[in-house]
């Protein structure tokens, strides 16, 4: 298991959405408890800021390089996305980044668990994975959900909640937005959600989103 958020799951946002929980499962915990006589290892994987950190992307490659599967529990931080403020992008961090490519790379069986609150782009990653879990801001028992459907105990048999594009560029306000000053101009007209994927996937061989 890589990733902070198997050890500090990433279970709300913040600001309106903020909440007391009455108590908060641990993902790692919970995977242990599902997992009988498996060996299970850690290694944290990403820092909690913007920093580049070579010694725990290389520290997660050698435990995933030896072991069946590797999980990654790769949360978008507060400082890429919260509440009151625009993304300027829809990237994970860099780091978070580089350590999915690493670990796909030396480890086929890579599942990717995603703790985020809106779409994130994969295109620079998402090949080199055997699966993605998109699990949201799981609340305080995601932890034993997500558990649940790693062992498959559980399916929950279901399709996206909202579009993911490739990449910025492929939204439809990416030509618009921000606008100058307080003003955004609306340019999109009435092509915008699937609208305008419709169209542009009808005019085009090229996928740009995942659905």
């Not at 641990?26 to 010694?55: C, H, M, V, W």
């Not at 796909?104 to 599942?111: D, F, I, M, R």
């Amino acid at each position: 298991m890589i990733g902070r958020a198997a050890q500090k799951p990433y279970f709300q946002g913040g600001g309106s959405s903020y909440i007391n929980p009455t108590q908060v499962d641990i993902p790692f915990k919970e995977l242990q408890l599902r997992a009988g006589n498996a060996e299970l290892t850690y290694a944290e994987g990403y820092p909690p800021d913007d920093s580049l950190q070579p010694a725990l992307i290389e520290e997660a490659v050698s435990l995933a390089q030896n072991a069946d599967v590797a999980l990654l529990y790769i949360a978008l931080p507060a400082f890429k996305e919260t509440e009151g403020s625009d993304r300027p992008d829809l990237d994970l961090t860099e780091q978070q980044v580089m350590l999915i490519q690493a670990v796909s790379k030396v480890q086929p069986n890579t599942v990717v668990i995603l703790n985020n609150g809106a779409p994130v782009a994969m295109h620079t990653w998402l090949d080199g994975t055997a699966a993605v879990l998109e699990a949201w801001m799981m609340g305080q028992a995601g932890g034993g959900a997500i558990a649940d459907i790693l062992f498959g105990i559980t399916n929950p048999s279901g399709k996206l909640a909202e579009t993911f594009p490739l990449k910025l560029t492929d939204t439809p306000a990416y030509l618009n937005f921000p606008g100058d000053l307080s003003e955004v101009l609306y340019g999109e007209g009435l092509f915008i959600g699937y609208r305008y994927y419709d169209q542009r996937i009808w005019m085009s061989s090229s996928p740009l989103v995942l659905d």
